[in-house]
């Protein structure tokens, strides 16, 4: 007991940082070089599912304050996108350029593999399907991987439909009708996800400005403009959240919405796909009270996780489909419940899972997931 007492002052901000998590695994292979960081959050709905991202993380806390808010935001989605998994995500330190190998990933598949099925990982930002191959062979909690390989094939396909259909749904709200071509959007990010995206809004007629850190990313969407006869309107990294269009798209980094992005911003609503978009919560309200309309990211992305958690059910891409449909209406929903009660759309996406969570651990009496002991309640 002591030494447990001893232990807990030699690390209080590690424990104090994942109070709300189940369990957080730290990988380090120096053979592969790699350095990963897997957190599972809430295991209630399932076990825990989420991408693993690689990022060139200046320390260890900052991957380790990422990955925790990524994975709790995975309980979320989980929970808004009605699926039996819980909530995790890894992150792996490195430059996905320059520090990837199939050894790596390797690696990184055998602590996956450790979990023993509490964990199912596949793609996120700066990592591939082609990783994940390399992962196959150690350990078969991969999802996301090829069609050829048994899985359902490039999750960012659903991903980007489900940020159409979300901003179809945003547009009927504010605009009384879904038709997308007739306004502009202003998209940061023109990876796997900001592409689609971009290039449907294209074929709707709609107007872009577009920024990405990569010039190859920027000169992809603007060849597609010429061959469709549409001017792309490309703007500086810190410029778009400046431009005046009806709608911003985030699809690259999270944290981007904070109180100088939030003041500079003209648009009436915010729809992308990037994950944690909010620096903090309350940056919520600060979007309400200057009129902009929020949705919330994990509802807007969840197209990809409904493709691969389906794929424990075997790949059905009409399944895949429907079920990532369903976003328009979740979203209505939430932006409806948000103005009749005077709250955040946040908020009401909030209590739409908490209360998808409360009835399935009542559910599940037998084996609640509520770790506090009771004491300690009443305490
Ligand atoms: P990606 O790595 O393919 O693309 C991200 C793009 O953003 C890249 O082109 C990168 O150059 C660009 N970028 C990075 N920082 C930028 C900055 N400061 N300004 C402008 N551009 C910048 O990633 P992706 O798969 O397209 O995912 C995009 C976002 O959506 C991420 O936040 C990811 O977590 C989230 N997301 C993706 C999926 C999916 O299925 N791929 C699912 C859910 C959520």
Same mark, same amino acid.
């Given at each position: 007991?002591?030494?447990?007492?001893?232990?807990?002052?030699?690390t209080?901000?590690?424990f104090e940082?994942?109070?709300?998590?189940?369990?957080?695994?730290?990988?380090? $292979?120096?053979?592969? !070089?790699?350095?990963? +960081? #897997?957190?599972?959050?809430? *295991?209630?709905l399932? &076990? =825990? %599912?989420g991408?693993?991202?690689?990022?060139?993380?200046?320390?260890?806390?900052?991957?380790?304050?990422?990955?925790?808010?990524?994975?709790?935001g995975?309980?979320?989605?989980?929970?808004a996108?009605?699926? $039996?998994?819980?909530? !995790?995500k890894?992150v +792996? #330190?490195?430059?996905p350029? *320059?520090?990837?190998? &199939? =050894? %790596?990933?390797?690696?990184?598949?055998q602590?996956?593999?450790?979990?023993?099925?509490?964990?199912?990982?596949?793609?996120?930002?700066?990592?591939t399907?082609?990783?994940?191959?390399?992962?196959?062979?150690?350990t078969?909690?991969?999802?996301g991987?090829?069609?050829?390989?048994?899985?359902?094939?490039?999750?960012?396909?659903?991903?980007?439909?489900?940020?159409?259909?979300?901003?179809?749904?945003t547009?009927?709200?504010l605009?009384?009708?879904?038709?997308?071509g007739?306004?502009?959007?202003a998209?940061?990010?023109?990876?796997?996800?900001?592409?689609?995206?971009?290039?449907?809004?294209m074929?709707?007629?709609a107007?872009?400005?577009?920024?990405?850190?990569f010039?190859?990313?920027?000169?992809?969407?603007?060849e597609?403009?010429?061959?469709?006869g549409?001017?792309?309107?490309?703007?500086?990294?810190?410029?778009?959240y400046?431009v005046?269009?009806?709608i911003?798209?985030?699809?690259?980094?999270?944290?981007?919405?904070?109180?100088?992005?939030i003041?500079?911003?003209?648009?009436?609503a915010?729809?992308?796909?990037?994950?944690n978009?909010?620096?903090?919560?309350?940056?919520?309200?600060?979007?309400?009270?200057?009129g902009?309309?929020?949705?919330?990211?994990?509802?807007?992305?969840?197209?990809?996780?409904?493709?691969?958690?389906d794929?424990?059910?075997?790949?059905n891409?009409?399944?895949?489909?429907?079920?990532?449909?369903?976003?328009?209406?979740?979203?209505?929903?939430?932006?409806?419940?948000?103005t009749?009660?005077?709250?955040?759309?946040?908020?009401?996406?909030n209590?739409?899972?908490?209360?998808?969570?409360?009835?399935?651990?009542?559910?599940?009496?037998f084996y609640?997931?509520?770790?506090?002991p009771?004491?300690?309640?009443?305490?």
């Amino acid at each position: 007991m002591m030494q447990q007492l001893e232990k807990q002052k030699l690390t209080p901000s590690i424990f104090e940082k994942m109070s709300e998590h189940e369990q957080v695994v730290f990988c380090n $292979d120096p053979v592969t !070089g790699l350095q990963a +960081i #897997i957190a599972i959050h809430d *295991t209630t709905l399932g &076990p =825990a %599912l989420g991408g693993t991202r690689m990022y060139p993380y200046e320390t260890v806390d900052d991957a380790l304050e990422d990955v925790l808010r990524l994975s709790e935001g995975m309980t979320k989605k989980c929970a808004a996108a009605d699926l $039996d998994f819980g909530g !995790g995500k890894a992150v +792996i #330190i490195g430059d996905p350029k *320059t520090d990837k190998s &199939p =050894a %790596l990933f390797r690696a990184f598949a055998q602590y996956v593999d450790a979990l023993n099925g509490r964990f199912y990982t596949g793609t996120d930002m700066g990592t591939t399907m082609d990783d994940f191959v390399h992962a196959l062979k150690e350990t078969n909690f991969i999802n996301g991987v090829p069609k050829a390989y048994g899985g359902s094939g490039d999750s960012s396909i659903p991903t980007a439909k489900g940020v159409v259909y979300a901003l179809e749904a945003t547009n009927d709200y504010l605009y009384g009708s879904n038709t997308l071509g007739d306004k502009s959007y202003a998209i940061q990010g023109l990876g796997k996800v900001g592409y689609k995206v971009a290039e449907h809004l294209m074929e709707q007629g709609a107007t872009l400005y577009v920024t990405d850190i990569f010039d190859e990313a920027i000169e992809r969407i603007v060849e597609k403009g010429k061959m469709h006869g549409t001017k792309v309107h490309v703007v500086r990294s810190e410029e778009i959240y400046e431009v005046d269009a009806h709608i911003f798209v985030p699809c690259a980094m999270g944290s981007i919405l904070n109180e100088t992005t939030i003041a500079s911003l003209k648009v009436d609503a915010v729809v992308g796909s990037a994950n944690n978009q909010l620096t903090t919560p309350d940056m919520a309200m600060k979007l309400r009270e200057k009129g902009i309309l929020y949705a919330p990211d994990y509802i807007v992305n969840a197209g990809g996780l409904i493709q691969v958690s389906d794929e424990l059910y075997e790949p059905n891409a009409e399944r895949v489909l429907w079920k990532t449909k369903a976003i328009y209406d979740t979203l209505l929903d939430v932006y409806k419940v948000a103005t009749n009660n005077g709250i955040t759309t946040e908020e009401a996406a909030n209590i739409k899972c908490e209360k998808t969570l409360l009835e399935q651990r009542h559910r599940n009496n037998f084996y609640s997931r509520d770790r506090r002991p009771k004491w300690q309640v009443r305490e």
